[in-house]
């Protein structure tokens, strides 16, 4: 496992670019991968490669109404102010609705319907995760970890809601960040780009290799 301060050190547009088969996004809100030019290019180069597969992102949207939504968000934007905490979802969830508009065979969206307890990226066979909390640094700057594990054998266990019991210790730790995301995504449906208050809702497997 790789332990670094501060995520920018993981080179994740790098990471996006370089994914053949599957990338999940477990951060809610994405304001900061929309003024990353890198991010975004790497998003891109990954959808546009033949034999990429998905592209999974669970993100929340505007004016959810549940009730752990404002305290998660000042956990996320501690000190800014309601409205620019408001502004912020509203641009995450617009640009992935228009990346999704752009690739409608490869990417599905996830309605945030549980509270994400950690942020999450999975890229292939990398995944990395980091910490929320209610702290003057924001979690980009914080701790980040970044290990290697077989994603595809992850998933498959999580139709199974738990490891098999050979599963090693590391691969149970690995588990439990891809079965964080994978309920994530079972909490809802996936839903086609349309503006979501005409959602034309269907089922959208998790465990799917």
């Known amino acids: 496992m790789k332990l670094v301060t501060g995520i920018d050190q993981l080179e994740t547009p790098s990471l996006f670019a370089a994914s053949r088969r599957r990338i999940i996004l ?7 991968f929309v003024r990353s030019r890198p991010h975004r290019e790497g998003l891109e180069t990954a959808l546009t490669r033949p034999g990429f597969e998905r592209l999974d992102i669970i993100v929340l949207e505007p004016n959810n109404p549940a009730p752990w939504v404002r305290a998660f968000l000042d956990s996320l934007r501690f000190g800014i102010s309601t409205h ?6 509203s641009l995450s969830h ?4 228009e990346l999704a508009t752009r690739h409608p065979d490869k990417v599905r969206l996830h309605p945030a319907r549980r509270l994400p307890c950690l942020p999450i ?11 929320y909390a209610h702290a003057n640094v924001h979690a980009p700057q914080g701790f980040w970890g970044m290990i290697n594990a077989d994603v595809r ?9 738990k490891p098999p019991p050979h599963a090693a210790s590391e691969e149970i730790a690995a588990f439990r960040l891809v079965n964080e995301c994978a309920r994530a995504m079972c909490a809802c449906r996936a839903f086609s780009p349309t503006p979501y208050q005409q959602l034309d809702h269907r089922e959208c497997p998790a465990d799917t290799p």
């Open 26 to 32: 477990h951060a809610a809100v994405y304001g900061a």
């Open 84 to 89: 620019a905490t408001d502004d912020e979802v």
């Open 121 to 131: 990226i999975i890229a292939d066979d990398t995944i990395i995760f980091g910490q």
């Open 153 to 161: 054998t992850l998933l498959q266990w999580t139709a199974k809601g």
């Open 94 to 97: 617009r640009f992935m609705t």
